[in-house]
């Protein structure tokens, strides 16, 4: 199992950056992938984006690519996530979460049921 605890979340304003980081510890060495996804109050957890531990492979979803990137230091084990141009829609909890199954495709890695472990996430709020 491996244990993740995301930070860096807080008050924005609109327009506004801000840098999330999940850290991994325990058995990090199965893990495969890692991705962010965040939930709206009210809403379904959704898929934001995705990167292999390798770094060969990334996947954004189409609401958050050019505004989010994100990022990983294998050495301290710590998935990143910059956020850009943030909207009051981004308002959210965001969590990471890794998996070990996916291998290609997007459907795969969006799919948040394909994730073992995650985060217990932290609080966005983008006021306007």
């Known amino acids: 199992q491996v244990q993740l605890v995301e930070s860096g979340g807080g008050l924005v304003q609109a327009g506004g950056s801000l840098r999330l980081s999940c850290a991994a510890s325990?058995?990090?060495?199965?893990?495969?992938?890692m991705g962010w996804f965040r939930q709206r109050p009210g809403k379904e957890r959704q898929f934001l984006a995705v990167r292999r531990w390798s770094g060969l492979t990334t996947y954004y979803a189409d609401s958050v690519k050019g505004r989010f990137t994100i990022s990983s230091d294998n050495g301290k084990n710590t998935l990143y996530l910059q956020m850009n141009n943030l909207s009051p829609e981004d308002t959210a909890v965001y969590y990471c979460?890794?998996?070990?199954?996916?291998?290609?495709?997007?459907?795969?890695?969006?799919?948040?049921?394909?994730?073992?472990?995650w985060g217990q996430g932290t609080h966005v709020t983008v006021s306007s």
């Open positions: 979460a890794a998996g070990t199954t996916c291998y290609l495709t997007y459907g795969c890695y969006s799919n948040k049921g394909m994730y073992d472990d």
């Open positions: 325990g058995r990090t060495s199965n893990t495969v992938y």
